[in-house]
């Protein structure tokens, strides 16, 4: 826009600019930066402790109506009947909506009325029959027998190997173990919703997602309009984690919308129909080998792994792509192993999974991170050495990873009486991440009273808001670690709200000091990096503890309690 009122879209410039020849520029030596590299406030601070900033579930356009609903809880399963007539007659209720599965979400039935309460009890008290499908009997121990045979018989997809495994053969100390993760939902604080407008042919959403683009195309699929007429308007989201990448909640919406008379509809999820109709972390076994020679050298090192493919279903569900091809994210923080090991071999085998599987916090990291730091313990163990100089002896080709390590061990000191320290390191999204977790051990009960974090993520360019990332993904990764698990029962998910599915309470909660070191490199992620490290940081330090090595998650004491 120029002060002239002529107005031009950044589109039409675009051939212009590209035309013209760049100058020479004299960049700001970095001790003259009055922004970059120091503290920032944020501005949208004051609003979100006031309550005026807008989230998702805060549209509020004219004659907005609210809808609840029910979905099948049968993964593959649909909607066989429902008596409409039953709750037509409650307070408050407008009508009954049948809608169809979209995208990750199933089949139900929806309640619009004048308030969110009425909807939730209308809906709640709606007679509803459900065709179970083909899999109403799934299981948890069927998915994770299921995983096992692929590896038993598979070696899966190579996606990195160097050297020959068989320099190992005939060493003196060999290693063999397997690992499990657990499918995970999001559980973010603001609940799914989506507020849809469907009137004269134009299409009007609110929406908390990370996906604009994917999100209007959505509802002007759904709706069966050009997307020129689509309207979005994004709102702050109230934790998203990879949830909101998907655009389930934004189908559903409007397919209700359209039997709303033109009125605009706020759909709202309860937290039960979140942790039913999640897309989760997928359930993982991971088998490690590594063979070592007397003087605890590592020979050979070979992790194959099996789960099912969180790219192959969002491309699908996004795309319409076909499933097919290897998924590096299934091996993402092991195909680009930082250690210095000779003789690797990095596999994978993907299992087809009638499960919705989605982008949870880290991806692939998240457990794999879990799954290759405990086992690095496993191998200075067998190597005679302490963890940590295990892995400096591993990183003297990586100076950035061993400065980081270094910085982590040496702030955290010395572990208080009654308590151990471990110690983890993962580089993921460009940064490196290095946490020391100080625990206890009270009967069963696993207590982090402490974890102290180093991270190099290139130049800080604010760095409180890198040191509050580290913050929020150690307390979201240490949820998952101790507490996280959505299991399977006759084709439900068993979990349906923060009694089952807990997160770290504020008296849970460790204390957290996180060194940012002092970098000039290109700026990394900090939004995801702090989570993959905390989960095998503590596991290592309940083994330094009590000498058991938990090779499930999530972490528990009690004999065959983790996942698988």
């Known amino acids: 826009a120029h002060a002239s009122g ?21 960049l700001k030596d970095p001790k003259d930066f009055k922004l970059i590299g120091h503290a920032q406030q944020r501005r949208d601070t004051p609003a979100k402790v006031n309550g005026t900033a807008g989230f998702g579930i805060d549209a509020r ?38 809608f169809e599965s979209s995208g990750a979400s199933p089949a139900g039935v929806a309640v619009i009325a004048k308030t969110f309460w009425q909807a939730k009890q209308a809906v709640a008290a709606l007679p509803v029959e459900w065709d179970k499908g083909s899999h109403g009997t799934l299981s948890t121990e069927n998915v994770f027998r299921e995983l096992r045979e692929a590896l038993d018989k598979d070696s899966g997809f190579t996606y990195y190997k160097n050297g020959d495994l068989d320099a190992g053969k005939g060493a003196p100390k060999q290693l063999s173990v397997e690992y499990t993760a657990p499918y995970l939902a999001h559980a973010t604080m603001e609940p799914i919703n989506c507020t849809a407008q469907v009137k004269d042919g134009k299409v009007t959403i609110w929406v908390p997602t990370q996906v604009p683009g994917i999100a209007a195309s959505a509802a002007a699929k759904a709706a069966k309009v050009s997307g020129s007429d689509v309207t979005l308007h994004q709102t702050y989201i109230g934790g998203g984690f990879g949830r909101r990448l998907e655009t389930d909640m934004v189908t559903q919406a409007v397919n209700i919308a359209q039997q709303a008379a033109g009125a605009p509809v706020q759909v709202i999820w309860t937290r039960e129909e979140d942790i039913a109709h999640d897309v989760y972390r997928p359930a993982t076994v991971a088998r490690f080998k590594a063979a070592l020679d007397a003087n605890g050298n590592v020979l050979s090192y070979d992790n194959v792994s099996a789960s099912g493919s969180v790219n192959h279903q969002m491309l699908q569900r996004a795309f319409g792509l076909p499933q097919f091809g290897p998924d590096k994210s299934t091996v993402e923080g092991e195909f680009d192993l930082f250690y210095d090991l000779p003789n690797q071999r990095i596999g994978h085998v993907i299992v087809p999974s009638v499960v919705p599987l989605g982008s949870w916090r880290s991806v692939g990291h998240s457990q794999n991170a879990f799954f290759k730091e405990s086992f690095i313990d496993e191998l200075a163990q067998a190597a005679g050495k302490s963890p940590v100089e295990f892995r400096r002896g591993l990183l003297k080709t990586r100076p950035r990873h061993l400065a980081v390590l270094n910085a982590a061990v040496e702030r955290a000191g010395q572990p208080g009486a009654g ?12 940064s490196i991440v290095a946490q020391v977790a100080e625990v206890s051990v009270e009967g069963n009960d696993i207590r982090v009273h402490k974890v102290t974090c180093a991270i190099d993520c290139g130049i800080a360019v604010n760095p409180d808001g890198v040191a509050q990332q580290m913050e929020s993904g150690i307390v979201f990764g240490l949820s998952a670690a101790l507490f996280g698990e959505v299991t399977i029962k006759d084709g439900q998910p068993q979990q349906q709200n923060f009694h089952n599915y807990p997160v770290v309470r504020m008296n849970q909660a460790p204390l957290v000091e996180t060194i940012i070191m002092p970098s000039a490199e290109p700026p990394e992620g900090v939004g995801e ?28 004491l009690q004999p065959g309690a983790a996942a698988g």
């Open 6 to 26: 002529k107005r031009a879209g950044y589109g039409q410039l675009a051939a212009k600019a590209a035309g013209v020849a760049p100058g020479e520029i004299k």
């Open 61 to 98: 356009p004219a004659g907005l109506v609210y809808a609840a609903v029910k979905m099948c809880p049968y993964f593959g399963g649909a909607l066989q009947r429902a008596d409409d007539n039953a709750v037509l007659q409650m307070p408050g209720v407008v009508r009954v909506v049948h």
């Open 419 to 430: 308590r151990a320290h471990g110690v983890a390191i993962h580089h993921s999204f460009g």
């Open 529 to 556: 990096p702090g989570v993959p490290p905390i989960a095998p940081a503590v596991a290592n330090a309940v083994f330094a503890l009590t000498g058991k090595r938990l090779r499930g998650l999530p972490l528990r």
